[in-house]
């Protein structure tokens, strides 16, 4: 079993910045495949991004250039800089790990183990 627990989110306006945590706990952190996925009110989960225990990362197209995910083996920890965030960004986003990556890495589907979730709320 793993368990994850994020941190990090809060209100902020567009253009600010935020970075979330995820705090891993159970098997051996470095040999999963960790991400974040968010949902907006009323719209369906997404997958925004993913990083490998290779330490290759994925992004979704919307959050290029703007959100850095990295991790921590030593800290069991995952991380997702935000910046430049728009009233788009607003969701809740959880973390997510597996230890393989599905061939649609954003299929909510191909993750066992999520945290509970973190608002992040971005005002115009």
């Known amino acids: 079993q793993v368990q994850l627990v994020e941190s990090g989110g809060g209100l902020v306006q567009a253009g600010d910045s935020l970075k979330l945590s995820c705090a891993a706990s159970?098997?051996?952190?470095?040999?999963?495949?960790m991400g974040w996925f968010r949902q907006a009110p009323g719209k369906e989960r997404e997958g925004v991004s993913l990083?490998?225990?290779?330490?290759?990362?994925y992004y979704r197209d919307s959050v290029k250039g703007r959100f850095a995910i990295s991790r921590d083996n030593r800290k069991n920890t995952l991380y997702l800089r935000m910046n430049n965030l728009k009233p788009e960004d607003t969701a809740v986003y959880s973390c997510?790990?597996?230890?393989?990556?599905?061939?649609?890495?954003?299929?909510?589907?191909?993750?066992?183990?999520w945290g509970q979730g973190t608002q992040v709320t971005v005002s115009s």
């Open positions: 997510v790990a597996d230890l393989w990556v599905a061939s649609n890495i954003f299929d909510p589907a191909g993750y066992d183990y």
């Open positions: 990083i490998t225990s290779d330490g290759i990362e």
């Open positions: 159970g098997r051996i952190f470095s040999s999963y495949a």
